[in-house]
């Protein structure tokens, strides 16, 4: 059980500092998109390969900054059930979605996507215009990058919650607050969680 401890916290802080280079990226994209509008509408200049890098850097920042939105737990989801559930059954949703749903869907991702990719680096795919970044075939990677990072973010969660479950982990100890949830429907949990 060590060995999958050290797994997930390895997975975890690999993550952890692929989200931490994409936060600069986002930067990056905010000062290329200022730019673009400085010279398109003071200067009545255009430059389709920074306009593109744009789309290149908004897809790379969503795909690779998936694996450490899921370790952040930060996913849009309904929590119609899972904030009023116990940690044990948390743990559960969490050990089950992450076997039954999210691990096939990054193996399909990848899988459906390999004919697509394979073939971009085939042809070493660009740009539709000729002033382009003529890199369609290295973006259209990020598709393998993402399913990567998300099926191994999604494997130490799974190891979290199966931890969890067998009385070896602490993950779910910590009940996280809410910001939208009040102060005394959090007491009221965290009690429920004492009786269990």
Known sequence: MLTLKAISKNIDKMNEK?????????????????????FRYVFSIGFIQM???????H??????????TLLKDAHVRVDVFYRDVSNRARA????????????????????YSFGLVV?????LEGSTESDGIQAIFLYKTVIWVFAALLFLQGLSMV????????GQGTHYDQIQDDEFLSKEYLEELREREQKS
Do not use: R
Request: charged fraction near 5%; proline fraction near 1%.
């Open 59 to 68: 897809g790379i920042i969503f795909m690779t900054a998936a694996g450490y």
């Open 119 to 123: 073939n971009s680096w085939k042809v």
């Open 18 to 38: 692929i989200g931490h280079f994409v936060a600069w990226l986002t930067l990056a994209m905010v000062l290329i998109q200022f730019f673009v509008v400085i």
């Open 159 to 166: 190891i979290k919650a199966w931890l969890y479950l067998k």
């Open 92 to 111: 559960w949703i969490d050990f089950l979605g992450g076997i039954l749903y999210l691990l096939p869907i990054c193996v399909l991702t990848f899988y």
């Open 51 to 57: 306009q593109e890098a744009i789309w290149y850097l």
